[in-house]
């Protein structure tokens, strides 16, 4: 039997154990992704995170956390882009913020979901984004700050908690490069 066979064989032992959803099955499912584990089964594991307990989570999450192979990098930014339901997408961000992977180069995806989303949404991708290294490439940056400036453009009030985080953010990409025109950013007054 050739090893990408076997390796194939062991991935869909370890999705079978994920629908599971059981924590004994979720750890040996998590064992043998630790040992075989390849991109291509993300979503599954993506998936597997709703509907499980709260452990049975969290051990996912640490799972998804310690994912040290860059080419995954897409696969969380696909399942994100994809995703309609906002629980299970703070789930994603919660690992995506744990993570060492870089995500430098989705600045303005980031940027774009915070604006999308909820307060708790938003404070996830600024964490995200304040573990972003850069340097960042000056089209990423105006990208990112026309969409601070539709943000500012469409929100709700300017008092509110959410408004405060994507300000931060706003911030954030200012100061990764000053000379871009900076009238873009949302004040801070």
Not at 36 to 46: A, E, Q
Not at 115 to 137: K, R, V, W
Not at 156 to 161: H, L, R, Y
Request: aromatic share 8%; charged share 25%.
């Amino acid at each position: 039997m050739s090893i990408v066979r076997k390796n194939q064989k062991k991935l869909q032992e370890a999705v079978g154990f994920l629908q599971k959803k059981d924590l004994p099955s979720i750890t040996a499912a998590l064992n043998i992704l630790k040992d075989y584990g390849h991109p291509t089964v993300l979503s599954d594991v993506f998936r597997s995170l709703e509907g499980l307990e709260r452990a049975e989570q969290q051990l996912v999450l640490g799972f998804l956390a310690d994912i040290q192979d860059t080419d995954a990098v897409e696969a969380f930014i696909t399942y994100l882009q994809e995703e309609t339901n906002p629980a299970n997408r703070k789930l994603l961000l919660s690992a995506i913020w744990n993570s060492k992977l870089p995500f430098d180069a989705h600045l303005p995806f980031f940027v774009m979901l915070a604006s999308q989303g909820d307060f708790l949404e938003a404070l996830d991708c600024l964490t995200i984004i304040e573990n972003m290294s850069g340097p960042f490439d000056e089209s990423q940056l105006l990208e990112s700050q026309l969409l601070l400036k539709e943000y500012v453009e469409e929100r709700a009030p300017q008092t509110d908690q959410k408004a405060q985080i994507m300000s931060e953010i706003a911030w954030f990409v200012k100061e990764q490069n000053d000379g871009i025109d900076a009238d873009l950013l949302i004040d801070n007054d």
